[in-house]
């Protein structure tokens, strides 16, 4: 049996060792991941209800409430029973979790927070990063798990059995501290995480019949919970000091076991972090390299979700009056009035009333979701160490991906940044002919100041993302500065300007690329893609269509790229 369904196996066990747990994420399809469920139902009761979500689930039929049908037969108000409330202390089942809409996990979040008292179980069956379930339920439960590397083979194995299970052990506040140094080594800031593997430790050492919770529970709690979750590596531990002086024989023979020495090896947080650092899996380690890990799950190219009266998908109703070319939700307009009909039909009937009789308080009227346009901001550098063929291909890049704005509802905007000052050559537009002009007047040559290049970047998708739109930042660029924030000259000045400036681009959680523009592939471009948290393309050879294909993939969600 691998790791990797052990430890699924185990998940099952301790979410029925400690319900508030909150359930799992299997990613992966196949008989692996039916076997998983299979061995957690047979750890619970026979009677435990079991339930499926729906891909297409109404809001009434998940929480319950007015069955309009029966309402306008009777003439009354009919209720009916939702899903949340019939899997009550069972197992609900969330297929394609990743394309959960986010109305629906809310409302499946908020039943969770007020007891619902089920387990969830979430089946992501999406392609990396950029396609997993709603953050609001992956947060709620404590283990996400993957089974796309488990064979056939390995699943000819014994089920465990369901047995009763003691009391879980509070942790001691060094098993508490331990847990929470190795949260913030790996990078892990919601204290959800936390709390799930103090449970689990507590409920892992329940299982073992133990007391309290030992090395072993707390190294489970940190493999199943925190090191999925980890978005950086443990820093290195600190290398030993010089030997000492050779000492006085009886200052050598002095037990190793003194109080004094605040430097015991034997720290169960040093331990845990150390061994933390073994037990991130393949493909969040791929993430942290990449810089990824930290990003919420979402591409460049589509842009973020607005709300609209008139167009996109169609999201629940609000309380409002139709017109002007918002229109009215019936059904939701006949679910406000129904229940109070026998108390207006206490009143005379005004001439012509039908049978249902409406206030104005009633009225609903629809809403929609619409995506918002997308702004690719291109920041060239237009310095004399940018090669002029470069710019040439840069202009082309921006011509090219301006040409599909009105198929991708995408606008392009440019930066140029050269001698001692950057400059917005285009504020943002779907002008062909207004593009082109920009960029025949961009001119070469001079210094690099690099980090007034990002300022202005990221000023300019400041007001982007106020105006409600998305900002796509791409860097064209080789690294390499000798302008510093404030105009001086100097290249370790200006290097660390240019550094600091990247990661105020990464604090702000703008999606970015940096483009290596240079002959060879230099160091100073990645290390300014490092501080931003920027995808880091080295293209030594490119032209303009080999450009715009970069930013393309580079901007499109992860799925369109596997």
């Known amino acids: 049996m691998t790791d990797a369904m052990a430890d699924a196996l185990l998940a099952a066990r301790l979410l029925t060792a400690d319900r508030k747990l909150g359930g799992m994420v299997l990613r992966g399809g196949g008989p692996a991941r039916d076997l998983v469920l299979q061995a957690l139902l047979g750890l619970l009761p026979t009677d435990t209800s079991f339930r499926r979500l729906p891909g297409h689930i109404d809001e009434d039929r998940l929480t319950g409430g007015t069955d309009i049908a029966a309402s306008l037969a009777t003439g009354s108000l009919v209720l009916q029973r939702g899903l949340l409330a019939e899997v009550a202390g069972g197992v609900l089942v969330v297929p394609m979790a990743e394309r959960l809409r986010t109305d629906t996990a809310g409302r499946i979040a908020q039943a969770l927070d007020n007891g619902g008292g089920f387990l969830l179980v979430l089946l992501d069956d999406g392609e990396g990063q950029d396609e997993r379930p709603p953050l609001a339920l992956m947060e709620r439960v404590a283990f996400d798990l993957s089974l796309r590397d488990v064979r056939a083979a390995d699943l000819a194995i014994d089920l465990p059995p369901?047995?009763?299970?003691?009391?879980?052990?509070?942790?001691?506040?060094?098993?508490?501290?331990?847990?929470?140094?190795?949260?913030?080594?790996?990078?892990?800031?919601?204290?959800?995480?936390?709390?799930?593997?103090?449970?689990?430790?507590?409920?892992?050492?329940?299982?073992?019949?133990?007391?309290?919770?030992?090395?072993?529970?707390?190294?489970?709690?940190?493999?199943?919970?925190?090191?999925?979750?980890?978005?950086?590596?443990?820093?290195?531990?600190?290398?030993?000091?010089?030997?000492?002086?050779?000492?006085?024989?009886?200052?050598?023979?002095?037990?190793?076991?003194?109080?004094?020495?605040?430097?015991?090896?034997?720290?169960?947080?040093?331990?845990?972090?150390e061994a933390a650092r073994a037990m991130i899996p393949p493909d969040v380690l791929e993430l942290i390299a990449s810089g990824r890990a930290q990003r919420s799950a979402r591409g460049g190219g589509a842009g973020r979700r607005?709300?609209?009266?008139?167009?996109?998908?169609?999201?629940?109703?609000?309380?409002?009056?139709?017109?002007?070319?918002?229109?009215?939700?019936?059904?939701?307009?006949?679910?406000?009035?129904?229940?109070?009909?026998?108390?207006?039909?206490?009143?005379?009937?005004?001439?012509?009333?039908?049978?249902?009789?409406?206030?104005?308080?009633?009225?609903?009227?629809?809403?929609?979701?619409?995506?918002?346009?997308?702004?690719?901001?291109?920041?060239?550098?237009?310095?004399?160490?940018?090669?002029l063929a470069r710019l040439s291909e840069a202009k082309g890049a921006v011509e090219l991906i301006l040409a599909q704005a009105y198929v991708k509802r995408a606008e392009v905007a440019l930066v140029a940044f050269r001698g001692t000052e950057a400059d917005l050559l285009l504020p943002p537009t779907r002008s062909l002919t207004r593009a082109k002009r920009a960029l025949a007047e961009l001119p070469g040559g001079g210094g690099t100041p690099l980090a007034r290049g990002i300022a202005l970047t990221r000023q300019l998708a400041d007001a982007v993302m106020s105006r409600g739109r998305t900002p796509f930042l791409v860097f064209l660029t080789d690294g390499s500065a000798n302008i510093g924030a404030d105009g001086s000259s100097g290249r370790a000045q200006a290097n660390a300007d240019a550094l600091t400036a990247a990661r105020r681009i990464a604090s702000a959680g703008l999606d970015a690329v940096v483009i290596d523009i240079s002959p060879r592939p230099r160091p100073e471009a990645a290390r300014i893609a490092e501080a931003m948290r920027a995808r880091y393309l080295p293209l030594p050879f490119a032209d303009a269509k080999a450009l715009k294909a970069a930013v393309t993939l580079a901007a499109e969600p992860q799925k369109k790229r596997a």
């Not at 331990?178 to 995480?193: D, E, F, N």
């Not at 918002?326 to 039909?345: E, N, S």
């Open 306 to 387: 607005t709300g609209s009266a008139l167009r996109g998908k169609p999201l629940g109703a609000r309380p409002g009056m139709p017109g002007g070319g918002v229109r009215m939700a019936l059904v939701d307009t006949l679910r406000a009035a129904i229940p109070w009909q026998p108390l207006r039909r206490r009143d005379p009937a005004p001439a012509g009333a039908g049978p249902i009789r409406f206030r104005r308080d009633d009225l609903r009227v629809r809403r929609f979701e619409e995506r918002a346009t997308t702004v690719t901001i291109f920041a060239v550098d237009a310095s004399g160490s940018a090669a």
């Open 162 to 273: 369901a047995c009763e299970v003691s009391a879980s052990p509070p942790l001691d506040s060094e098993a508490l501290s331990a847990l929470a140094a190795t949260a913030t080594a790996l990078g892990v800031a919601s204290i959800r995480p936390l709390l799930q593997a103090a449970a689990t430790a507590s409920a892992h050492a329940a299982l073992g019949g133990r007391d309290t919770a030992g090395r072993a529970d707390l190294e489970a709690a940190t493999r199943l919970v925190l090191a999925p979750r980890a978005t950086q590596l443990p820093p290195e531990p600190e290398a030993p000091p010089p030997p000492e002086p050779e000492r006085e024989p009886e200052e050598a023979e002095r037990p190793d076991n003194d109080d004094d020495d605040d430097s015991a090896p034997d720290l169960p947080e040093d331990l845990l972090i």
